[in-house]
Protein backbone atom coordinates (compact mmCIF):
# COMPACT_ATOMS: atom_id res chain seq x y z
CA UNK A 1 0.00 0.00 0.00
CA UNK A 2 2.70 2.26 0.99
CA UNK A 3 3.99 1.96 -2.24
CA UNK A 4 1.55 2.52 -4.49
CA UNK A 5 1.66 5.99 -4.19
CA UNK A 6 5.09 6.24 -4.67
CA UNK A 7 4.92 4.28 -8.27
CA UNK A 8 2.09 6.65 -9.24
CA UNK A 9 4.62 9.45 -8.82
CA UNK A 10 7.19 7.78 -10.30
CA UNK A 11 4.65 6.76 -13.48
CA UNK A 12 3.73 10.55 -13.75
CA UNK A 13 7.18 11.95 -13.28
CA UNK A 14 8.16 9.66 -16.45
CA UNK A 15 5.52 10.89 -18.53
CA UNK A 16 6.44 14.49 -17.59
CA UNK A 17 9.86 13.96 -18.42
CA UNK A 18 9.06 12.37 -21.75
CA UNK A 19 5.99 14.85 -22.42
CA UNK A 20 9.27 17.73 -21.93
CA UNK A 21 11.36 15.63 -24.32
CA UNK A 22 8.71 15.63 -26.89
CA UNK A 23 8.31 19.44 -27.16
CA UNK A 24 11.68 20.08 -27.21
CA UNK A 25 13.49 17.29 -29.40
CA UNK A 26 10.15 16.28 -31.13
CA UNK A 27 10.79 12.71 -29.79
CA UNK A 28 10.78 10.54 -26.42
CA UNK A 29 14.43 8.55 -26.10
CA UNK A 30 13.15 6.21 -23.13
CA UNK A 31 16.52 4.87 -22.53
CA UNK A 32 18.12 8.55 -21.26
CA UNK A 33 14.74 8.56 -18.32
CA UNK A 34 16.10 8.00 -15.18
CA UNK A 35 13.00 6.81 -13.03
CA UNK A 36 13.07 8.95 -10.09
CA UNK A 37 11.88 7.82 -6.91
CA UNK A 38 13.26 4.27 -6.96
CA UNK A 39 14.97 4.18 -3.72
CA UNK A 40 11.86 5.69 -2.02
CA UNK A 41 10.34 2.45 -3.48
CA UNK A 42 13.09 0.89 -2.34
CA UNK A 43 12.18 1.96 1.48
CA UNK A 44 9.13 1.49 1.44
CA UNK A 45 9.86 -2.61 0.47
CA UNK A 46 12.31 -2.49 3.25
CA UNK A 47 9.58 -1.31 5.74
CA UNK A 48 7.50 -3.52 4.68
CA UNK A 49 9.57 -6.86 5.09
CA UNK A 50 11.08 -5.19 8.45
CA UNK A 51 7.07 -4.83 9.48
CA UNK A 52 6.77 -8.39 8.52
CA UNK A 53 9.86 -9.69 10.15
CA UNK A 54 9.02 -7.84 13.63
CA UNK A 55 5.13 -9.19 13.14
CA UNK A 56 6.45 -12.66 12.89
CA UNK A 57 8.49 -12.27 16.18
CA UNK A 58 6.32 -11.07 17.83
CA UNK A 59 3.41 -13.93 17.21
CA UNK A 60 6.25 -16.30 18.28
CA UNK A 61 7.05 -14.07 21.25
CA UNK A 62 2.93 -14.50 21.94
CA UNK A 63 2.48 -17.86 21.53
CA UNK A 64 5.44 -18.88 23.27
CA UNK A 65 4.24 -16.77 26.37
CA UNK A 66 0.78 -18.62 26.65
CA UNK A 67 2.27 -21.65 26.22
CA UNK A 68 4.87 -21.45 29.26
CA UNK A 69 1.99 -18.92 30.83
CA UNK A 70 4.79 -16.61 32.22
CA UNK A 71 7.09 -13.77 30.53
CA UNK A 72 10.41 -14.40 29.49
CA UNK A 73 12.93 -13.03 31.72
CA UNK A 74 14.70 -11.31 28.48
CA UNK A 75 12.84 -8.43 26.94
CA UNK A 76 11.90 -8.90 22.88
CA UNK A 77 14.77 -7.89 20.64
CA UNK A 78 13.98 -4.75 19.23
CA UNK A 79 17.50 -4.11 17.41
CA UNK A 80 17.80 -4.42 13.85
CA UNK A 81 19.50 -8.12 12.62
CA UNK A 82 22.28 -6.58 9.84
CA UNK A 83 22.38 -9.83 8.44
CA UNK A 84 18.29 -10.04 7.61
CA UNK A 85 17.55 -6.81 7.11
CA UNK A 86 20.79 -6.56 4.55
CA UNK A 87 18.97 -9.40 2.76
CA UNK A 88 15.93 -7.43 3.07
CA UNK A 89 17.67 -4.33 1.06
CA UNK A 90 18.43 -6.56 -2.09
CA UNK A 91 15.65 -8.16 -2.28
CA UNK A 92 13.75 -5.01 -2.26
CA UNK A 93 16.42 -3.44 -4.95
CA UNK A 94 15.90 -6.26 -7.41
CA UNK A 95 12.04 -5.36 -6.95
CA UNK A 96 12.36 -1.93 -6.99
CA UNK A 97 14.88 -2.83 -10.55
CA UNK A 98 12.14 -5.16 -12.15
CA UNK A 99 9.74 -2.70 -11.80
CA UNK A 100 11.16 0.52 -13.19
CA UNK A 101 12.81 -1.78 -15.87
CA UNK A 102 8.80 -2.65 -16.91
CA UNK A 103 7.67 0.40 -16.42
CA UNK A 104 10.40 2.10 -19.01
CA UNK A 105 9.54 -0.84 -21.15
CA UNK A 106 6.19 -0.37 -21.32
CA UNK A 107 6.13 3.35 -21.72
CA UNK A 108 8.83 3.15 -24.48
CA UNK A 109 6.15 1.17 -26.54
CA UNK A 110 3.13 3.41 -25.98
CA UNK A 111 5.42 6.26 -27.21
CA UNK A 112 6.77 4.11 -29.91
CA UNK A 113 7.00 6.46 -33.18
CA UNK A 114 4.12 5.36 -35.98
CA UNK A 115 3.68 6.31 -39.66
CA UNK A 116 5.82 6.60 -42.55
CA UNK A 117 7.80 9.35 -41.53
CA UNK A 118 7.97 7.63 -37.70
CA UNK A 119 6.69 10.57 -35.74
CA UNK A 120 6.19 10.29 -31.99
CA UNK A 121 2.67 9.81 -31.64
CA UNK A 122 0.53 13.01 -29.18
CA UNK A 123 0.93 11.98 -25.62
CA UNK A 124 -2.07 11.35 -23.26
CA UNK A 125 -0.80 11.97 -20.10
CA UNK A 126 -3.84 10.72 -18.09
CA UNK A 127 -4.77 8.07 -20.46
CA UNK A 128 -1.16 6.81 -20.17
CA UNK A 129 -0.34 7.17 -16.54
CA UNK A 130 -3.67 5.25 -16.17
CA UNK A 131 -2.20 2.45 -18.47
CA UNK A 132 1.13 1.98 -16.98
CA UNK A 133 -0.38 2.00 -13.16
CA UNK A 134 -2.65 -1.21 -14.60
CA UNK A 135 0.75 -2.71 -16.13
CA UNK A 136 3.36 -1.85 -13.15
CA UNK A 137 0.57 -1.89 -10.66
CA UNK A 138 0.04 -5.53 -11.34
CA UNK A 139 3.55 -6.18 -10.68
CA UNK A 140 3.32 -4.77 -7.63
CA UNK A 141 0.39 -7.05 -6.29
CA UNK A 142 2.44 -9.85 -7.22
CA UNK A 143 5.36 -8.50 -5.32
CA UNK A 144 3.43 -7.78 -2.59
CA UNK A 145 3.35 -11.65 -1.40
CA UNK A 146 6.96 -12.17 -1.60
CA UNK A 147 7.18 -8.80 0.89
CA UNK A 148 4.65 -9.68 3.81
CA UNK A 149 4.48 -13.33 3.53
CA UNK A 150 8.29 -14.62 3.38
CA UNK A 151 9.44 -12.07 5.81
CA UNK A 152 6.79 -12.61 8.65
CA UNK A 153 7.74 -16.15 8.47
CA UNK A 154 11.45 -15.70 8.59
CA UNK A 155 10.50 -13.29 11.59
CA UNK A 156 8.72 -16.14 13.29
CA UNK A 157 11.90 -18.45 12.71
CA UNK A 158 14.09 -16.08 13.70
CA UNK A 159 12.27 -15.71 17.10
CA UNK A 160 12.06 -19.51 18.05
CA UNK A 161 15.71 -19.81 17.24
CA UNK A 162 16.27 -17.19 19.60
CA UNK A 163 14.40 -18.49 22.25
CA UNK A 164 15.74 -22.10 21.94
CA UNK A 165 12.48 -24.09 20.26
CA UNK A 166 13.51 -27.50 19.15
CA UNK A 167 10.89 -28.29 17.62
CA UNK A 168 7.68 -27.11 15.24
CA UNK A 169 4.49 -28.03 13.35
CA UNK A 170 4.03 -27.67 9.95
CA UNK A 171 -0.01 -26.29 9.90
CA UNK A 172 -1.61 -25.76 6.57
CA UNK A 173 -5.00 -23.74 6.49
CA UNK A 174 -6.84 -26.99 5.64
CA UNK A 175 -9.86 -25.61 3.92
CA UNK A 176 -10.99 -25.63 -0.21
CA UNK A 177 -7.86 -23.42 -1.51
CA UNK A 178 -5.20 -25.71 0.50
CA UNK A 179 -3.35 -27.38 -2.38
CA UNK A 180 -2.37 -31.03 -2.05
CA UNK A 181 1.07 -30.33 -1.04
CA UNK A 182 0.71 -27.94 1.82
CA UNK A 183 -2.44 -30.48 2.91
CA UNK A 184 0.12 -33.56 3.12
CA UNK A 185 2.39 -31.22 5.38
CA UNK A 186 0.25 -30.67 7.88
CA UNK A 187 0.87 -31.85 11.43
CA UNK A 188 4.37 -32.61 10.37
CA UNK A 189 6.58 -32.05 13.08
CA UNK A 190 10.37 -31.14 12.07
CA UNK A 191 13.41 -30.05 14.38
CA UNK A 192 14.70 -26.65 13.45
CA UNK A 193 18.41 -27.72 13.10
CA UNK A 194 17.42 -30.27 10.36
CA UNK A 195 17.64 -29.96 6.46
CA UNK A 196 13.61 -30.93 6.20
CA UNK A 197 12.73 -27.65 8.23
CA UNK A 198 14.66 -25.61 5.90
CA UNK A 199 12.91 -27.33 2.52
CA UNK A 200 9.46 -26.90 3.80
CA UNK A 201 9.96 -23.62 5.38
CA UNK A 202 6.64 -21.27 4.22
CA UNK A 203 5.87 -19.93 1.62
CA UNK A 204 6.47 -23.81 0.54
CA UNK A 205 8.80 -23.78 -2.63
CA UNK A 206 6.25 -26.54 -3.72
CA UNK A 207 2.74 -24.98 -2.93
CA UNK A 208 0.48 -24.41 -5.62
CA UNK A 209 -0.12 -20.93 -5.14
CA UNK A 210 3.05 -19.80 -4.96
CA UNK A 211 4.40 -17.04 -3.25
CA UNK A 212 0.57 -16.72 -1.93
CA UNK A 213 1.15 -19.66 0.60
CA UNK A 214 -0.60 -19.51 3.80
CA UNK A 215 1.15 -22.27 5.47
CA UNK A 216 2.77 -21.41 8.89
CA UNK A 217 5.43 -23.04 10.96
CA UNK A 218 3.82 -23.58 14.88
CA UNK A 219 6.98 -23.84 17.77
CA UNK A 220 6.44 -25.66 20.25
CA UNK A 221 7.62 -24.01 23.13
CA UNK A 222 6.98 -26.79 26.00
CA UNK A 223 8.89 -29.21 25.22
CA UNK A 224 11.68 -26.72 25.11
CA UNK A 225 11.00 -25.64 28.42
CA UNK A 226 10.98 -29.18 29.80
CA UNK A 227 14.33 -30.29 27.79
Not at 32 to 60: C, H, N, T, W, Y
Not at 63 to 82: G, I
Not at 144 to 152: E, F, K, L, R
Not at 162 to 176: C, F, H, P, Q
Request: hydrophobic share 40%; with cysteine; aromatic share 8%.
Amino acid sequence: AEATPLLEEAVNRVIDIGQRMLSTKGVINVNSIDVPGQKDLRAAFVKAMERGFREGQGQVQSERDRQVAHALAQPLYDRPEKGILSFFGNRAEALVGAITTKLKANFALMVMPTGAEGEAIALDAALTAENLMRLVGRDLRQAAPTVVIDSVNVGRASQAKRLGVEWAEYSAIMDKATCGPCERLDGARYRLDSREYQQVMPPYSACKGGDWCRCVFFYDFLESEAG
